[in-house]
């Protein structure tokens, strides 16, 4: 069956470090997003792909980046890690914004 | 003015009750709208989609669009334990390749 996984599901790390979430779909989507989900504000897009070699910059892009290699990933590095960016990150695809968008498991980050 | 405002809740209903669930939206142009439900710990599942004025029926669940009150609901007929969780309400505008999400509104049914 088609899914969408997100590794690793927990991560601890220390402020100033760079951390790296994966995001591999084998939905064969176009479409690729990354949230964070904070008490009290939601989810909140971060960054999106329409493709490969295409991203664009979300609601809350700083201190994030995102590449888009191939249709299945679209990994997620947290350039230098902070301690505001503890949070919960969700990835999800779609094959248009007119179907559902499957969301990953969800990576639990800590920045200590 | 946030871009979909729902209130968080908790709202609780009896079991068996409908539970009411609403969504207003600031964009005119939003074309799509979505219902996730999304229990403690994991990740968000859809419900229901709805892209027309009106009512929008599948099993226990009917969405509700008014485009010109600019608002979406989420009614629950028959509420059970199993749908306490928190339900997300999802709105895209054509033409823009994502989602914006309100902060969901959790309800409780209580047995």
């Known amino acids: 069956d088609a899914e969408i996984t997100q590794s690793p599901r927990h991560k601890i790390t220390e402020t100033g470090r760079q951390v790296t979430l994966a995001c591999h779909q084998t939905?064969?989507?176009?479409?690729m997003f990354w949230y964070r989900q904070d008490l009290g504000h939601g989810l909140r897009l971060i960054h999106y792909s329409y493709g490969v070699q295409d991203t664009n910059k979300g609601e809350v892009s700083d201190g994030y980046s995102v590449s888009r290699s191939n249709t299945e990933d679209l990994p997620l590095t947290l350039e230098s890690a902070a301690s505001s960016q503890t949070s919960v990150y969700f990835c999800?695809?779609?094959?248009?914004?007119?179907?559902?968008?499957?969301f990953g498991q969800g990576t639990r980050l800590t920045v200590v | 003015q946030k871009e979909v405002e729902q209130n968080s809740g908790p709202l609780s209903v009896p079991e068996g009750a409908i539970a009411s669930l609403n969504c207003t939206y600031s964009d005119r142009g939003s074309q799509s709208f979505f219902w996730y439900r999304q229990y403690s710990g994991k990740s968000p599942e859809l419900i229901m989609f709805?892209?027309?004025?009106g009512d929008k029926e599948d099993g226990r669940f009917t969405a509700q669009l008014n485009k010109a009150s600019q608002y979406v609901s989420l009614l629950i007929r028959d509420s059970q334990p199993s749908d306490s969780a928190t339900y997300l309400c999802?709105?895209?505008?054509?033409?823009?390749?994502?989602?914006?999400f309100g902060i969901g509104t959790k309800l409780q049914v209580i047995p």
């Open positions: 999802a709105v895209t505008r054509g033409g823009y390749q994502k989602v914006t």
């Open positions: 709805i892209y027309s004025n």
């Open positions: 999800a695809s779609s094959r248009d914004t007119r179907t559902e968008a499957f």
């Open positions: 939905w064969n989507h176009n479409n």
